[in-house]
Structures are given as structure tokens and as C-alpha cells.
């Protein structure tokens, strides 16, 4: 076995931030400037939970950015995937089972 040295990187979280700020707006992140999120939310995937879009909306509340929560239904999710992606979101999250992601993915294409 080989020994590994990793680079010294220091880690930022969340909660960090807010320290750092003082008791200004949580900072999501220092690297890039996220202005526009949107998060797509597929409440009837077992792994997400009918709560989802309302804890996601609370948590975004404490950031300074304007963000949008999909909530997806059933015969208009195609056209609220299209309608998400073509807004161009800085950041564009997926609350979702596998075959919900994957649908996102395909559509965003290989840039994202």
C-alpha cells in the first residue's frame, strides 16, 4: 500500500460562510456568482417526499438569489422541464427519482 498526500485545500461550509458574513445573507458559494436558481421538484418520487418543494423554498430563503420551486405534475412536467432549462438558471437543481434526472439531463444537453 502507498501512502497518498493530498493537497492542502481548505473547505468551505455553508455554515462558515455565515460566520463569515456576519449577519448578512448566507453566500452560496465564493467561487461564481449564482444569482438564478431554479430546483425541480418531483414530489411523487419516493426518495423526495410531498414536503420537499416548501423545505427547499425555506432553505433558499436565507441566500441572496432570486430562485424558483417547480413543483412537477404528471401531463405538464415535459413542458416545465422545457420552460426551466430554456430560462438559463445560473443553477438548476432536480429533486427527483433516477428516471426524473435522467429526463432533465438528457434535455440540458452535454453543457449543461
Do not use: K
Not at 448578512?24 to 425541480?40: F, K, M
Not at 437543481?93 to 428516471?99: E, T
Not at 434526472?101 to 438528457?106: F, L, T
Amino acid at each position: 500500500m502507498t501512502d497518498t498526500t493530498l493537497p492542502d485545500v481548505e473547505i468551505s461550509t455553508p455554515d462558515d460562510a455565515a460566520q463569515d458574513s456576519g449577519s448578512g445573507p448566507r453566500s452560496l458559494t465564493a467561487h461564481v456568482a449564482i444569482t438564478r436558481v431554479v430546483v425541480l421538484v418531483n414530489p411523487l418520487s419516493g426518495s423526495v417526499g410531498p414536503r420537499a418543494a416548501a423545505e427547499v423554498e425555506a432553505i433558499l430563503a436565507d441566500y441572496p438569489c432570486e430562485a424558483e420551486v417547480v413543483e412537477l405534475v404528471g401531463e405538464t412536467m415535459d413542458a416545465q422541464i422545457n420552460t426551466a432549462i430554456a430560462s438559463s438558471p445560473d443553477v438548476l437543481f432536480v429533486l427527483a427519482g433516477d428516471g426524473t434526472a435522467r429526463a432533465v439531463a438528457s434535455r440540458a444537453g452535454p453543457n449543461g
